[in-house]
Nanobody, 121 residues
Framework: QVQLVESGGGSVQAGGSLRLSCAASGSIFSINAMGWYRQAPGKQRELVATITGGGSTNYADSVKGRFTISRDNAKNTVYLQMNSMKPEDTAVYYC???????????????WGQGTQVTVSS
C-alpha cells in the first residue's frame, strides 16, 4: 500500500555533513506530518525532527541549529540535512509519515526501513 524509501545514510567524520531523503509512494490521498526518528544501539527510538504539510518544524534539542528538515509536497519527499555532526548522532535513522490512504478515513503512521548513519571521532 505505502512505501517509505530512505536514502543518503553512510559514514562521516565528526564535523561533517550528510543529507537523508525519504520518498513516500503508494495509494496516498494526503500526507499530514513527516519526520525523522533515530535509534542508537541499546537506546529507545527518539524524535529528531518533524515537519507539517504547512512547513511548521519541530526539532529535538540535541540537533537544533545543526539539522534542518524540509519537505517537497509535490514529490511526497522529506529531507534531513545534517551538519556539524557528532559521534552521538550515530544511529539508525527512520522516516515517518502520518498519512491518509485513498479510500480510508483515518490518518495512520508509516515507517521506512531505516538507514544507518555513523559518525566517527
Amino acid at each position: 500500500q505505502v512505501q517509505l524509501v530512505e536514502s543518503g545514510g553512510g559514514s562521516v567524520q565528526a564535523g561533517g555533513s550528510l543529507r537523508l531523503s525519504c520518498a513516500a509512494s503508494g495509494s496516498i490521498f494526503s500526507i499530514n506530518a513527516m519526520g525523522w526518528y533515530r535509534q542508537a544501539p541499546g537506546k529507545q527510538r527518539e524524535l529528531v525532527a518533524t515537519i507539517t504539510g504547512g512547513g511548521s518544524t519541530n526539532y529535538a534539542d540535541s540537533v537544533k541549529g545543526r539539522f534542518t528538515i524540509s519537505r517537497d509536497n509535490a514529490k511526497n519527499t522529506v529531507y534531513l540535512q545534517m551538519n556539524s555532526m557528532k559521534p552521538e548522532d550515530t544511529a539508525v535513522y527512520y522516516c515517518n509519515a502520518r498519512l491518509l490512504l485513498s479510500g480510508e478515513s483515518f490518518l495512520k503512521n508509516y515507517w521506512g526501513q531505516g538507514t544507518q548513519v555513523t559518525v566517527s571521532s
